[in-house]
């Protein structure tokens, strides 16, 4: 059956960094790519980004482009996303699920999440 | 960036009730990139719709969705107990976004 599993909970200070991870099993991996989401406390979902497990492109929301960074390793079906310069808005549970990929011409984009990690808070502290 | 706008913020109805959730969008969306998701407290959101209209797997008929270009519904023909959660609209393209999320709530 396809699990997501992610890493634990992280508590950060005020400008680190942070790299969480997220297992999968299941399924072919690179047919697939990973999109990371987002939920501050009593808050809505926000949308960070996406890898093509293949190629290694990635999408990024312009919010956090820049501190950013997706990666995966095929070898280890295992996919990471590291958030530098953290601030005490970046406190929230951070969900990969798994993304269809879809092209349109040149440009490649994750629909269709089906599958979800169980979610790993990171608390950013002063 | 295509902002989605759900209405209402909370829908407080009794079991049994249908459920009429609304979503739309700054500008026109592609149908076949337009999903929807529930999510209980403390879990992941789960895939009930993608393409505006096809039911993900598992996912019971009770559940359906419409729209196209900038409106989009999500219909709950019969709510049961466990359907009281949230519900997002998500777009999908090179830069993706979430509605803020409907409450439906037991009234």
């Known amino acids: 059956q396809v699990q997501l599993v992610q890493s634990g909970a992280e508590v950060k200070k005020h400008g680190a960094s942070v790299k969480v991870s997220c297992k999968a099993s299941?399924?072919?991996?690179?047919?697939?790519?990973i999109t990371w989401v987002r939920q501050a406390p009593g808050q809505g979902l926000e949308w960070m980004g996406w890898?093509?497990?293949?190629?290694?492109?990635?999408n990024y929301a312009q919010k956090v482009q820049g501190r950013v960074t997706l990666t995966t390793d095929s070898s280890t079906n295992t996919a990471f996303m590291e958030l530098r310069n953290l601030r005490s808005d970046d406190t929230a549970v951070y969900y990969c699920?798994?993304?269809?990929?879809?092209?349109?011409?040149?440009?490649?984009?994750?629909?269709?999440?089906?599958?979800w990690g169980q979610g790993t808070l990171v608390t950013v502290s002063s | 960036e295509i902002v989605l706008t759900q209405s209402p913020d909370t829908l407080s109805l009794s079991p049994g009730e249908r459920a009429t959730l609304s979503c739309r969008a700054s500008?026109?969306?592609?149908?076949?990139?337009l999903a929807w998701y529930q999510q209980k407290p403390g879990q992941a959101p789960r895939l009930l719709i993608y393409?505006?209209?096809s039911r993900a797997t598992g996912i019971p008929d009770k559940f359906s969705g419409s729209g196209s270009g900038t409106d989009f519904t999500l219909t709950i023909s019969r709510l049961e107990p466990e359907d009281f959660a949230v519900y997002y609209c998500?777009?999908?393209?090179?830069?993706?976004?979430f509605g803020q999320g409907t409450k439906v709530e037991i009234k």
């Open positions: 699920a798994r993304s269809r990929v879809t092209c349109i011409m040149s440009s490649c984009f994750g629909t269709d999440d089906d599958y």
């Open positions: 299941g399924y072919t991996y690179t047919s697939f790519g």
């Open positions: 890898i093509n497990t293949y190629n290694l492109r990635t």
């Open positions: 500008q026109s969306v592609n149908s076949r990139y």
């Open positions: 393409g505006a209209s």
């Open positions: 998500q777009q999908y393209g090179s830069s993706s976004t």
